[in-house]
C-alpha cells in the first residue's frame, strides 16, 4: 500500500460513506496516506508521512479539511502501519478529520512508537488525551470563539498534556486572539507548552497577528505559517 488518497465525492454522495459504528476492530477509516513536509508545529518543514483519518464531530467555520468528514476506506489497522513504515521516514503525523474518534488510532500509534518513529497527533482537543501514549507528541487545538466550537473544548486536557505537549490557536480575527492570550496568560501555557498561533487563511493577514503577538509581550509564543499553503495552491489535497 502506498501513499492512498481518494478520490473527489460529490456533497451529495457523502451519506454513502461507511460510518464508524460498521467500521470493524482492527480497522480504521482512513482518509488518506501520503509522505509531504510537515507544514506546521515545532516540526515545520521536516519530511514526514501523514495518516489522516475520516470524521470528525466539530465544524469549524473555517475548516480546510471539510473533505475528510464523511468519507474514507475501511483500511486495516495493519495495512496503514505497513504503509507508513514503507515510506522509511522517522516522523509520523495522525490527523484527521479528528483521530480520537477511532478507538483502533491509540494502538497505531502504540506500533508506530515502538517502529522507532517520532509520533505527532493532531486533535481538536475536544477529546480526553490521557490515554494517548507518552511518547506521542500532542499537538492540541484550543478552538477559539469565531471557529464555532469554543463550547466543546475540554478543558481538563491542559491537567494532563506532557511538557513535549504543543498547544495551538487559530485565529480568525481580533476577537479570537483577545481570547488567546487570555487562555495563555490565564493558565501559563506559554510557561508549560509549546504555543503556536496561526491565521486563519484569507481571514487574517500573518502581519496583523504578528502585530498583535509583539504588543502582547509574549515572547515564548510562536507564530507559524501553513507551510503547504505556501509551497503549494492552498486546496491542493494529499500535500
Known amino acids: 500500500m502506498t501513499a492512498l488518497t481518494l478520490p473527489t465525492t460529490p456533497a451529495d454522495a457523502l451519506h454513502r460513506t461507511t460510518p464508524l459504528h460498521a467500521v470493524a476492530p482492527g480497522e480504521l477509516l482512513i482518509h488518506e496516506i501520503y509522505p509531504s513536509v510537515q507544514g506546521e508545529s515545532t516540526y515545520a518543514g521536516l519530511p514526514c508521512v501523514f495518516v489522516r483519518t475520516s470524521v470528525c464531530d466539530l465544524r469549524c467555520s473555517w475548516c480546510d479539511t471539510a473533505h475528510a468528514f464523511n468519507r474514507g476506506e475501511r483500511t486495516t489497522r495493519a495495512a496503514v502501519l505497513a504503509a507508513v513504515l514503507a515510506f522509511d521516514c522517522p516522523l509520523v503525523e495522525v490527523t484527521g478529520g479528528e483521530p480520537l474518534l477511532q478507538a483502533e488510532v491509540y494502538p497505531l500509534m502504540v506500533e508506530l512508537a515502538d517502529a522507532g518513529k517520532t509520533v505527532l497527533l493532531e486533535t481538536s482537543g475536544a477529546h480526553d488525551v490521557?490515554?494517548?501514549?507518552?511518547?506521542?507528541?500532542?499537538?492540541?487545538?484550543?478552538?477559539?470563539?469565531?471557529?464555532?466550537?469554543?463550547?466543546?473544548?475540554?478543558?481538563?486536557?491542559?491537567?494532563?498534556?506532557?511538557?513535549?505537549?504543543?498547544?495551538?490557536?487559530?485565529?480568525?480575527?481580533?476577537?479570537?486572539?483577545?481570547?488567546?492570550?487570555?487562555?495563555?496568560?490565564?493558565?501559563?501555557?506559554?510557561e508549560r507548552f509549546a504555543v503556536l498561533v496561526s491565521c486563519v487563511f484569507g481571514r487574517v493577514e500573518p502581519r496583523h497577528l504578528v502585530e498583535w503577538l509583539l504588543a502582547a509581550k509574549l515572547p515564548r509564543v510562536r507564530l507559524q505559517v501553513q507551510l503547504h499553503k505556501v509551497i503549494w495552491e492552498p486546496t491542493t489535497r494529499g500535500v
Not at 478552538?143 to 485565529?171: H, M
Open 130 to 190: 490521557s490515554r494517548v501514549d507518552p511518547r506521542v507528541v500532542i499537538v492540541m487545538d484550543l478552538k477559539c470563539p469565531d471557529s464555532g466550537e469554543e463550547a466543546r473544548n475540554y478543558w481538563p486536557n491542559l491537567d494532563v498534556l506532557k511538557p513535549t505537549a504543543e498547544v495551538k490557536f487559530v485565529i480568525a480575527s481580533e476577537r479570537d486572539w483577545r481570547w488567546s492570550e487570555a487562555v495563555i496568560r490565564a493558565h501559563r501555557l506559554d
